[in-house]
């Protein structure tokens, strides 16, 4: 029996895409917890080419900061992260926002699924305990959107466009984040065509007060649009049972109908 059996668990990996953030990275990383069912929690900062202190204060929050040169965008941020997870074998590789939307402290809740083996992707749902204060216009976005990606991989997605996010060490391993604007819908379609297994769990979320969002609705759905046709069309989707017009075969701890089907992860 090993003396300190914490310290054999593989890791949860919790990264943080970055853009200029110096105001409330440093508060979201000291709250990430330390281990979580006896997993050491690595904390990693994405730093997508900031141009403030945003490194800086991360670094001085004792957490790894991986700096890219110029701004790659927010899905290039998340994919380093992904990879970085699956590369130190991750049992969990874990993201949110680095502007204090969202609470690190309910790891727990997100990794549980997961740990327990009974889901592969799990979503931070700000609906799924009822609704939360969110401005009208991005409220109406959201909903919109959100019922798009439900359609298209027939789960029960509540919060299409959630922040928070978690995926097993071989869902990060083979998740493709299809663009680097964003990965909000891309990735969901992704794992799920894959046969990735889907829950969602409810989260707090309280609106950002520091800082500058970088969605802008015409910029964004000029990105975001063709990026989910293209991941949704993709032939290596429909090869392995995405692609158009497809059920997806992935289970979800809410279904949508009875028709969704049960199967194992690849
Ligand atoms: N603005 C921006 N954010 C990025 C980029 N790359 C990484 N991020 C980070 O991605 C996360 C999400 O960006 P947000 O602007 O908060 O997007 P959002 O949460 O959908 O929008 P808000 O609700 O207004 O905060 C934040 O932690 C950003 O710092 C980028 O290229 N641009
Ligand atoms: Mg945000």
Not at 53 to 76: E, H, I, K, M, P
Not at 105 to 131: Q, W
Request: proline share 6%.
């Amino acid at each position: 029996m090993p003396q300190h059996p914490e310290l054999e668990a593989a890791p949860i990996f919790f990264f943080l895409p970055a853009h200029d953030e110096e105001r409330t990275v440093a508060a979201v990383v000291g709250r990430i917890p330390c281990s979580v069912a006896g997993h050491p929690v690595v904390p990693l900062v994405v730093d997508d080419g900031s141009s403030d202190g945003t490194a800086r204060a991360a670094a001085s929050a004792g957490a790894q900061v991986d700096r890219f040169g110029t701004n790659r965008g927010l899905g290039a941020a998340v994919r380093h992260g992904l990879r970085r997870g699956a590369e130190v074998g991750a049992v969990a590789v874990v993201f949110c926002d680095a502007d204090g939307e969202y609470d690190p402290r309910e790891l727990d809740r997100l990794v549980a699924p997961i740990l327990a083996g009974t889901a592969d992707y799990v979503v931070g749902s700000r609906f799924a305990g009822g609704s939360r204060r969110m401005l009208p216009h991005r409220w109406a976005g959201n909903r919109l959107l959100t019922l798009a990606v439900r359609a298209l991989v027939r789960q029960a997605v509540t919060d299409g466009q959630s922040g928070y996010r978690a995926l097993s060490g071989r869902a990060a391993a083979a998740a493709e984040v299809a663009h680097d604007f964003n990965y909000a819908q891309v990735l969901t379609i992704d794992l799920v065509a894959k046969g990735f297994r889907y829950a969602e769990v409810p989260i707090s979320y309280r609106r950002r007060t520091e800082g500058r969002s970088f969605v802008r609705l015409v910029p964004y759905l000029r990105e975001v649009v063709p990026a989910v046709w293209r991941t949704w069309r993709s032939p290596h989707l429909a090869e392995i049972g995405g692609g158009a017009g497809r059920a997806a075969p992935a289970s979800s701890t809410l279904p949508l109908s009875s028709a969704a089907r049960a199967t194992s992860p690849r």
